[in-house]
């Protein structure tokens, strides 16, 4: 095999990110007895992108961007007394309860576990990628996961990679492939770590970042072809 370790993104990767994330808002608004149209769904996922992305700049906190993004929502709809932190409680429950695999994720990486060991590297909220970690199944075919919080640094750290590397038994970054669809936060984060690293684009953007992936896939079932599985 030509990589046999490989290092999985969860969000917008393996699991549809999106298909949790308006569940989950929805969700929340419901809860609280406060209808929200699609207006506010699609501008509550732009205001917590930018909060991800300034996180990975180191512009911002975990603690900070958990509730500002809420503030942030909250300040633009005019709500009154609304609670953010509450709010983030309720939705790390809800974003964390349901899941869509993307490109059947699952049988891919079922069949991969014959061929290579996998592990899971995310930025997401320890409480919420530890319920999808369990409920998609992902805890039974993969062989660890490491989230940004426990582990103390999050991509694209070069300290990240390190603390991951030295819990992976008889690593070599010669035998690693990291497959992810953030450049900023996945493509340059294995640029930083100095591994081989795979850029799922299904929709076929034009690259916005400084990041230089050594591979690039619309579809993940093509990481079979660059590891070396002929079929």
Known sequence: ?????????????????????QYAIRHCFSQMGYPVTD??????????????KRLEKGEVSKGELLRGRFADLFGEMGLQGGDPD????????????????RDEADRLCTKL??????????NGVEVTQKSKWEISGLNRIMDGIFISEP?????????FFDVCFSRIPDFSKERALLIGDSLSSDI???NNAGIVSCWYNPEGKAPEDEARPDYEIRNLWEVEQIIGIKN
């Open 113 to 122: 576990k014959k061929y290579c060991r996998q592990y899971l590297v995310t």
């Open 39 to 52: 207006f506010w769904v699609k501008r509550y996922g732009e205001i917590n992108l930018s909060y991800w």
């Open 1 to 21: 095999m030509k990589y046999d370790i490989l290092l999985w993104d969860i969000d917008d990767t393996l699991l549809d990110f999106p298909y949790s994330e």
């Open 151 to 159: 582990v103390g640094f999050v991509k694209p750290r070069k300290e």
């Open 86 to 101: 509450g709010f983030q409680r309720l939705y790390e429950r809800a974003l964390g309860s349901v899941f869509k695999f």
């Open 188 to 190: 340059k984060g294995a």
